[in-house]
């Protein structure tokens, strides 16, 4: 268990929450978001899901596709801090993203 996170690091995830419930509220038209935050020894753990229409996430990254940059954003902020991002999602499904910092 952590008791309690590096600054600089409750300050991205912070910000990352902020961008992801944006990005929720504009696009995914979403009845509920659940967040989850946990650690453990020297990982934290961010999780948002929502139940939203969802997206495919291999269409984010084609070339031709304009940035988007709320998730540009987020991967930037997770990388800045060591962390990892995860993206799960389907058209219909709804979609999870997971951020994973090693403290």
Same mark, same amino acid.
């Given at each position: 268990?952590?008791?309690?996170?590096?600054?600089? #690091?409750?300050?991205?995830?912070? =910000?990352?929450?902020?961008?992801?419930?944006?990005?929720?509220?504009?696009?995914?038209?979403?009845?509920?978001?659940?967040?989850?935050? @946990? @650690?453990? =020894?020297? =990982?934290?753990?961010?999780?948002?899901?929502?139940?939203? /229409? @969802?997206?495919?996430?291999?269409?984010?990254?084609?070339?031709?596709?304009?940035? *988007?940059?709320?998730?540009?954003? #987020?991967?930037? =902020?997770?990388?800045?801090? @060591?962390?990892?991002?995860? #993206?799960?999602?389907?058209?219909?499904?709804?979609?999870?993203? *997971? #951020?994973?910092?090693? /403290?």
């Amino acid at each position: 268990m952590i008791d309690e996170l590096p600054a600089h #690091i409750e300050s991205a995830l912070f =910000r990352i929450s902020q961008e992801v419930l944006v990005n929720v509220v504009k696009h995914a038209h979403a009845q509920k978001v659940h967040i989850f935050l @946990g @650690g453990e =020894r020297n =990982r934290v753990r961010l999780t948002i899901e929502d139940d939203g /229409i @969802g997206f495919d996430p291999a269409e984010i990254h084609r070339p031709e596709r304009k940035p *988007t940059w709320g998730l540009l954003t #987020i991967r930037e =902020r997770a990388e800045a801090i @060591g962390g990892q991002v995860v #993206i799960q999602s389907s058209p219909g499904h709804g979609a999870k993203i *997971t #951020i994973e910092v090693v /403290i």
